[in-house]
């Protein structure tokens, strides 16, 4: 949970680049969100499901299964 400069709590987003697989998109977005973060590794995933309904206009929603 990160603390928005408005004041409420959310939790930090963000978005696949291009072709990137859901672990490289983890790393990234880990590094980008918490600054000197060292991800000593990431499991396979059992599977994913991405919310067949976004919840506005530019946002969806990805389950993991790990």
């Known amino acids: 949970m990160l603390k928005a400069t408005k ?3 959310d939790i930090p987003g963000g978005r696949i680049n291009g072709n990137e697989d859901f672990k490289v998109t983890l ?3 880990l590094s980008e969100e918490l600054p000197g973060i060292e991800v000593s590794g990431i499991n396979d995933f059992l599977g994913a499901y991405r919310l067949p309904k976004d919840i506005n206009e530019d946002i969806s929603l ?3 299964y790990p």
Do not use: D, I, K, T
Request: hydrophobic share 45%; proline share 0%.
């Open 7 to 9: 004041g409420h709590w």
């Open 27 to 29: 790393n990234r977005e």
């Open 62 to 64: 990805v389950l993991l």
